[in-house]
């Protein structure tokens, strides 16, 4: 017993318009597989210019980071001095505290 609507597989590959139905779906498969391959093909230029971009990328990170470690060394130096500075200024002034008076006693009698 055969359904009206689904004809038998005979008749099926007997009908033209099924076959030329199955052609276009193949003329389609194989249009859309070689779209494909021609992409894929790209793909070795696109990571090689990834590549180089990172390459790029990596320089401008290592001159970066000997700027930093000169800055670095340079606010170190600062610091150092900053602080011999201010070792100075505060000797200084406990030697004022404990000599002043002293020295004002005998300029201003």
């Known amino acids: 017993m055969t359904n009206s609507l689904r004809p038998s597989l005979n008749e099926a590959l007997s009908e033209p318009g099924r076959l030329a139905g199955l052609e276009?779906?193949?003329?389609i498969m194989?249009?859309?597989?070689t779209y494909m391959e021609t992409r894929h093909e790209s793909v070795p230029i696109r990571?090689?210019?990834l590549e180089q971009q990172f390459e790029h990328m990596s320089g401008q990170l290592s001159e970066l980071n000997v700027g930093q470690q000169k800055l670095t060394?340079?606010?170190?130096?600062i610091g150092t001095?900053?602080?011999?500075?201010?070792?100075?200024?505060?000797t200084l002034w406990a030697i004022l505290q404990m000599f002043g008076p002293v020295l004002l006693r005998v300029l201003f009698p």
């Open 81 to 90: 001095k900053i602080t011999w500075a201010l070792a100075v200024a505060s």
């Open 24 to 27: 276009q779906n193949m003329a």
């Open 30 to 33: 194989e249009h859309r597989l």
């Open 73 to 77: 060394s340079v606010v170190s130096g």
């Open 47 to 49: 990571v090689s210019k």
